[in-house]
């Protein structure tokens, strides 16, 4: 494992941003960013490290044109305790959590509350586990919709329709793998619809131009032409 050093680029706002450097066997710096936001610069064995940062403040603004593509899909769910009177979110409304204690388990939106029956409502491991059972069924059936009719808008590019598997994600809303499987996180189902359907085309573009550049900017403002709105939207959104 070849050794790592941390470089600090400094932004125009005076934040410092770390850049993960390794050394290797090559003959270009390689920089790349990630879905984390994590920053990686792979340099030419017994390249000069103040060369090298000085190369990466001249990339600075792609760096951070790449984090902010990225900072808009990382989810950023505030901690739950699952109790009464909690707020949850269910596509973008807020709805205050009612326990009701019975045998038969259920969960149901009635009016402004999320309503929870179980036989340990004071449980918050149980609570919070039929939760989830009741998001993620829901996440799959509003998905799996969304993205049948969003597909529709990439008719004619001879492209087979996604596969789509619902899994939570600990840094993305979403992603998209090579051979066109999309995985979304049932967390986003507490956003906007908007803000869904925005995560849905951003990766849906992904499976023309694996890429954020120029051709991946394009498909997406002509499949979604107010598609930075919805992104700050939903980079703003905590439930």
């Not at 402004?112 to 918050?124: I, N, Y």
């Not at 809303?173 to 995560?199: F, K, M, R």
Request: net charge positive; hydrophobic share 35%; with cysteine.
């Amino acid at each position: 494992m070849p050794a790592e050093t941390i470089l600090y680029l400094t932004r125009s706002n005076g934040g410092r941003m770390p850049v993960h450097l390794l050394h290797a066997d090559r003959k270009s710096l390689a920089i790349s960013v990630y879905p984390d936001l994590r920053v990686e610069a792979v340099a030419p064995m017994g390249a000069d490290v103040e060369r090298v940062r000085e190369k990466l403040k001249k990339r600075l603004p792609w760096i951070l044109r790449q984090r902010w593509y990225f900072e808009g899909l990382l989810p950023h769910a505030p901690p739950r305790r699952h109790v009464a009177g909690e707020t949850h979110c269910y596509l973008g409304r807020q709805y205050r959590l009612k326990l009701h204690q019975g045998e038969e388990r259920g969960v149901k939106l009635n009016g402004r509350f999320l309503e929870v029956t179980t036989p340990e409502p004071k449980d918050a491991t149980v609570v919070r586990r039929q939760l989830e059972g009741w998001y993620q069924e829901r996440a799959k059936a509003y998905f799996e919709r969304k993205l049948g009719e969003l597909f529709e808008r990439l008719r004619g590019r001879d492209i087979p329709p996604p596969r789509l598997t619902v899994r939570r994600m600990k840094t993305r809303w979403g992603s998209c793998t090579s051979d066109g499987h999309i995985l979304l996180n049932p967390d986003l189902i507490q956003t906007p619809s908007h803000c869904v359907e925005y995560v849905i085309v951003h990766e849906l573009c992904h499976l023309v131009h694996p890429n954020h550049g120029a051709g991946f900017k394009r498909l997406l403002v002509n499949l979604l032409p107010d598609w930075e709105k919805r992104k700050r939207r939903l980079a703003e959104f905590r439930g």
